[in-house]
């Protein structure tokens, strides 16, 4: 029986899981997904839920650490959950043999996984990674998984880091087409953090009438939203169908996550996007290479009043062809066979 491979699943933002069940969809019965949050939410996919490693629920990837060896990010002291996540993924590289293990993402997960003498597949964020413990990583890992363009790329990431990548788009759960797309506009808030705020939603309803606005996600700033919010916009909260909300929507506004991108990108959608703050410069980047690309309106910030209209019929001209170049609709599949392959150097 092949050896398995693990896959691990970072716990902020819900684009890891999302790409971690595309890929695993394509590759069978061989994978076992690991993280924080998973229990109940990989249909029929193996996956092992692993205890919380953050210090409390309002956690800034800050672990106090004045003395923490430059190749980590996160590495607290005498913290229980770090402790029991460890051991459980150690007893998994020892007891099954994994074959390789896929982390999506953690610097300590790669490391551990070496120090266990089992092979890693880096995933690759967007943004300038080129810091001591990311680059430590991209080293020691056998192979780079970027889920994303090469035209995404930051281009000052380094010759040997692209030339040990492979880049594979469209890495996202793709529902069918509808028949007939509606003009909704459909506001994606990601996990990860958002700072849009409600009552600038509410707005921007009020200002194109015509328009219907659908918000999916929680954010911090919606709870700002005025009592009385126009007939024409829909708070969704948190669903699991983003990406079918995404097909059937006329206009998407959101970040530059991956996740969102992704989805974006293979619906093939007119795309407002809004960048938001986020370490190594990750989505400013993109956002701005999405933008030199032709596949959406970008806005550094939330469009002042009187703007959305404009900044709507912008999207709507924009060539979906632009946007196609940055898909690849075999996404899941290149990426399970780009993994298998790199599993099989062992088994």
Sequence with gaps: MPRPIGYYVHHHGDGHRQRALAIAEAMGDRIVLLGTGLAGRTGAIRAIDLPDDRLDRDFDGDDGAESRPQSLHYAPI?????????????????????????????????MLARLAGTATVYVRLAGLRDDVPHLDAFRGAQ????????ALDDPRTAAWVRTKTAYVP????IPPAPA???????VVLGTGGSAIDGDALADAARETPDRRWRIAGVGAGIGA???????????????????????????????????????????????????EARPYEEQVGKATRLASSG???VRTCWPAPGEWAGVLAEASRLDPRRAACLHDPDGPRRAAAFLLAQAERWT
Excluded: Y
Excluded at 143 to 150: E, G, I, K, Y
Excluded at 180 to 186: C, I, M, N, Y
């Design 78 to 110: 005498d913290h229980d959950g770090v402790r029991r996540r460890t051991a459980i993924v150690a007893d998994l590289i020892a007891r099954e043999r994994a074959a390789l293990l896929v982390v999506d993402v953690s610097v300590e997960m790669a």
């Design 143 to 150: 192979a780079l998984l970027a889920p994303f363009s090469s």
């Design 170 to 173: 469209g890495i996202a759960s």
């Design 180 to 186: 007939q797309a509606g003009d909704d506009v459909l």
């Design 225 to 275: 939203m005025s009592r009385n919010p126009p007939p024409n916009l829909t708070l969704l909260g948190w669903i699991d169908d983003v990406a079918g909300e995404i097909a059937r929507a006329g206009v998407i506004v959101g970040g530059a996550g991956d996740g969102v991108v992704s989805a974006v990108l293979a619906a093939g959608k007119p795309f407002v996007c809004i960048p």
């Design 295 to 297: 596949a959406a309106v």
